[in-house]
């Protein structure tokens, strides 16, 4: 009898520790993290008279998931990376970047850098997902919900997403129309867009 009980109890031992194994399996967190070579930010601003257009790199970024499902990430913009690609005159070029990073936008000395935090994640069917975050520019935080596809793998993941930003939110005023009159075809609108596509790779954390 004695001897019975003890197979049963081991048995019992056996299946609750696979239990426990698969749980942690399914839960394991998982950092995907942003390769900054392959990926990319397009950045757009348009005003009266026409556009503006350009690139800015991450500087690091990662991706969170946990059981496979996605939790959270953060990615950090170099600032100073910015660049301008439809002027091709060089000095007009180089004048527009400037002007970027200065006070009247950026504040690039003062903010070399700005930040998202995903803090929630809505699942849209396949691969698109909502995702809200929260948006740091100038030291100036907001939250942002944006639309975005991404793909998952063993190794690794990739992602796109369009993300329209309200530059009065973070103090971004130049040739704003909500708080300068008689701008004419100097106004610049409020919203620019961020078009960005990320591939990363998989570490387990």
Request: proline share 1%.
């Amino acid at each position: 009898m004695k001897a019975t009980k003890l197979v049963l109890v081991a048995i019992m031992a056996f299946t609750t520790a696979l239990t426990y194994a698969g749980d942690a399996k399914e839960n394991k967190t998982t950092a995907y993290k942003v390769d900054l070579s392959k990926s990319k930010i397009e950045w757009k601003g348009k005003k009266v008279t026409g556009e503006h257009f350009g690139s800015i790199n991450l500087k690091e970024g990662s991706l969170e998931t946990s059981g496979g499902k996605i939790i959270g990430g953060r990615f950090v913009v170099d600032m100073k990376s910015l660049t301008c690609a439809d002027l091709t005159d060089e000095s007009y070029n180089a004048k527009l970047v400037g002007h970027l990073k200065s006070d009247d936008f950026f504040s690039v000395e003062k903010f070399p850098v700005s930040e998202l935090k995903i803090t929630s994640v809505t699942p849209k069917g396949g691969s698109n997902y909502e995702m809200k975050g929260d948006l740091t520019i100038k030291g100036i935080t907001h939250e942002i919900v944006f639309p975005a596809t991404v793909n998952l793998s063993g190794s690794g993941f990739t992602a796109e997403a369009d993300i329209v930003v309200d530059r009065t939110k973070y103090n971004v005023r130049y040739g704003s129309g909500k708080f300068f009159d008689n701008l004419g075809d100097n106004m610049i609108y409020d919203n620019f867009s961020l078009k960005v596509k990320l591939v990363g790779d998989q570490e387990v954390l």
